[in-house]
Nanobody
Framework: EVQLVEAGGGSVQAGGSLRLSCAASGYTFGDRYRGWFRQAPGKEREGVAAISTGGSVSSYADSVKGRFAISRDNVKGTLYLQMNSLTPEDTAVYYC????????????????????WGQGTQVTVSS
């Protein structure tokens, strides 16, 4: 059974930083790309960042480019999201996700391509 467990959320003031992590189990971590998504109250879930299988290619939503950085440690089986210069607009529940094995890197920020999801971690940014 695939399990994804996020950690690292919390409350921070605008301009601050947080680092999220996502531990994976139940499958070979390094055999597929991974993504981070977020959902704010009353809004649809949106893609934040995605990273290729080997970690050499990444994709970011325009709203977080230059502020967020996604990374992965295939030995530890862990995905990370470093978030800097946070603003109140970044307030949301953040989810890590993985697609089914073999899913193409066509639209890595499309949540519909992902099959496995973590439980989410709350990030709250105050002004």
């Amino acid at each position: 059974e695939v399990q994804l467990v996020e950690a690292g959320g919390g409350s921070v003031q605008a301009g601050g930083s947080l680092r999220l992590s996502c531990a994976a189990s139940g499958y070979t971590f390094g055999d597929r790309y991974r993504g981070w998504f977020r959902q704010a109250p009353g809004k649809e879930r949106e893609g934040v960042a995605a990273i290729s299988t080997g970690g050499s290619v990444s994709s970011y939503a325009d709203s977080v480019k230059g502020r967020f950085a996604i990374s992965r440690d295939n030995v530890k089986g862990t995905l990370y999201l470093q978030m800097n210069s946070l603003t109140p607009e970044d307030t949301a529940v953040y989810y890590c996700a993985a697609p089914r094995y073999g899913t193409n890197w066509d639209a890595p920020l499309d949540p519909n391509l992902y099959h496995f999801w973590g439980q989410g971690t709350q990030v709250t940014v105050s002004s």
